[in-house]
């Protein structure tokens, strides 16, 4: 079929309600709309551009039991992009299984009644068209990968690395059914890939995947296949590239405030049947925008919005008061800045310092000596200190 061109996003997000505020006239929380018009954007921007489909690799939604109006804000650029007989192909993160009740359907069954739109419930490639392939791995379940029996006895961390051979050998089926005469083919992956970095205030700062995640990580050599022109993942927030033809999508609008200044897009990637490594642009999305202020000693609250001049109009704003500050001043900080027209306001203040004695550490002390130390002083002692020691001293090997 020559070249095809896909847009691809993932962890939409499209209810959740960090950092938001209810809207007076309906109810809304103000980041639903954000990620609302975010999606629809993405959505026409793939008509516009004329786009052979579109891929939503999983965590559309913030758990597996969304309200219906969030199921409709979803169905709204599917409806979209089934008028403009732009097919749409969908499948499960890992956030479509939180809350879900065992045996039920994933909420993206919502969308399987709109033309056009191919909800993936298992591992498979989709046709498209003319002939684009492209093989969808969904979030790799322990429960749907892994036999029980085979996982008694296990550690944690070995189930994990159970789960993730499992995955990486369905990838290789998956390369195995794509076939190079029929068109250009890529992978869609919501998934774990240890060179990956993320950014995230839940996850720690940049750091390997692997210092960070209970959870299977796979290795990128286990999906940049031969097979695929391109790999497209999700799952980490923050857009990268990792190998030649790897690219993690990263979330289409800004969640928290390790977002700010982060580029936030969709990818629109062109692919070719000669077997090249796709093209990717990035389609910067109308992402809300995050803005951190330091306010400094002696500053009133009507000099704050100055400080961020033409950062603050529609911004989430985090204002970092100075050590001290009274709740009065924080109060004053919250008004002037919602006059000045900001979106959501988060007041930040240094932690309080402890006073009293606190134990000294020699550079020879070892790492469990240390936490004995730690336990001590901050209380824990009997079974709880031995627990906890026990635990990191299996931990430390």
């Known amino acids: 079929m020559g070249q095809a061109r896909v847009v691809v996003t993932g962890d939409v997000h499209i209810d959740h309600t960090r950092h ?4 007076p006239g309906d109810g809304r929380p103000s980041s639903w709309e954000s990620s609302w018009r975010v999606w629809q954007w993405i959505c026409q921007q793939a008509v516009e551009l004329e786009a052979d489909a579109v891929v939503l690799a999983g965590d559309a939604y913030v758990n597996g039991w969304p309200r219906p109006e969030a199921g ?23 956030h479509e299984y939180i809350n879900r009740p065992y045996g039920h359907r994933s909420p993206l069954e919502r969308l399987a009644d709109i033309e056009h739109v191919r909800v993936v419930r298992e591992p498979d490639v989709v046709v498209i068209g003319d002939g684009l392939q492209i093989a969808c791995l969904p979030w790799p379940r322990r429960t749907m990968l892994v036999d029980p029996a085979s996982a008694d006895g296990l550690s944690p961390d070995e189930v994990d690395e159970l789960v993730a051979g499992r995955a990486a050998e369905l990838v290789e089926q998956l390369a195995g059914r794509v076939d190079p005469g029929r068109g250009p083919a890529m992978l869609a992956a919501h998934a774990t890939v240890g060179d990956a970095v993320v950014g995230s205030d839940r996850r720690g700062s940049e750091l390997s995947l692997a210092q960070l995640f209970c959870e299977p990580t796979l290795a990128l050599a286990d999906v940049e296949l031969d097979a695929f022109q391109h790999v497209a993942l999700a799952h980490i927030h923050r857009r990268q590239q990792l190998g030649e033809r790897t690219w993690y999508v990263g979330s289409p609008d800004r969640l928290d405030f390790s977002d700010a200044g982060v ?6 990637v062109s692919i070719d049947d000669d077997g090249s490594p796709g093209a990717v642009t990035a389609l910067a999305t ?8 330091t306010v400094p000693d002696g500053a009133s609250a009507a000099d704050v919005p100055g400080l961020l001049g033409e950062l ?3 911004a989430v704003v985090r ?18 800045l919602d006059a000045a027209g900001a979106a959501s306001v988060v007041l930040a203040t240094p932690p309080a310092v402890r006073h009293g004695d606190r134990p000294v550490l020699s550079d020879e002390l070892t ?7 730690w336990l001590t002083a901050n209380g ?8 906890l020691m026990a635990r990191a001293a299996e931990l430390l090997g």
Do not use: C, H, T, W
Request: proline share 5%; net charge positive.
């Open 319 to 336: 204002a970092e008061l100075p050590a001290g500050a009274d709740q009065r001043l924080a109060v004053e900080i919250r008004r002037s």
């Open 20 to 23: 938001s505020r209810l809207r």
């Open 312 to 314: 603050l109009a529609g």
């Open 286 to 293: 109308p992402a809300r925008r995050f803005a951190v202020v």
């Open 72 to 94: 409709e804000m979803l169905a709204d650029g599917a409806r979209l992009l089934s008028a403009a007989k732009v097919p749409l192909v969908v499948f499960d993160g890992n």
């Open 263 to 268: 580029e936030k897009a969709a990818s629109l």
């Open 380 to 387: 824990y002692d009997g079974q709880d200190a031995d627990r």
């Open 367 to 373: 790492p469990l000596d240390g936490l004995r130390m």
